[in-house]
């Protein structure tokens, strides 16, 4: 049990890559703080972690507001006692060109995303740097497309989340925290949503991927995530990490 006795705080935990972090987590031990939007999901995920033998907790929050995050940091260390582990997984999405990019789609973007995980890594600080922590944030492979027609705003707001990480990783490892940053490719709702969508597109991309398959949310990010939480990652900070079979080039 790698992450045994440890507190960890997922956001977007309801459903996707953030339930199936929840429960890779929760698989190695640590007691789960699933944040989200919408109850009854949160539900689903911490019964399932239950019944795994595990610890769960449900806490109603929404990203884009800066008084229910505190609200969520401060129910998960007083119901936990402490916090070990954040990960920034949730994110609303606006895709499509520049000129069909309403103001409000990108501010969501914004405020969900970069400044949802600033706010967030603040608030965890505290917490985190009493007895060593780890921070997860999540960018996406969108931003190293060549053609980034119709990704424009998406990639904007993931790469903010990149360098917020970097910061973190640079000015916070004399406090105890790691803070790195995963790229997914996974199974999730948003990527059934865009299959269904742009069928064609979302076949062309998958033909890209060396290993020939979308990544499971659990198994494959969700086990990832979890073992970069661990010790076994103590020397693992400030990276931007891609867990697509491949099909990203960071260089």
Known sequence: MKLAGKIALVTGAGQGVGRGIALALANEGAA???????LSKLEDTVRAIEGRGGKAFAVLCDVKDAASLARCVSEVVGFFGGLHILVNNAQEVALGPLNGVS?????AGWESGPLATFRLMKLAHPHLAKQGGSIVNFGSSAAKRWDLANYGAYAAVKEAIRQLTRAAACEWARDGIRTNCVLPLADSPAMAGWTQARPEEAAAFVSTIPQNRVGDCETDVGVFVATLCSDECRYINGQSIGVDGGQAYLG
Not at 32 to 38: P, Q, S, W, Y
Not at 103 to 107: H, Q, V
């Open 103 to 107: 103001d409000e789609a990108f501010t």
């Open 32 to 38: 789960i703080a699933v944040a989200g939007r919408t």
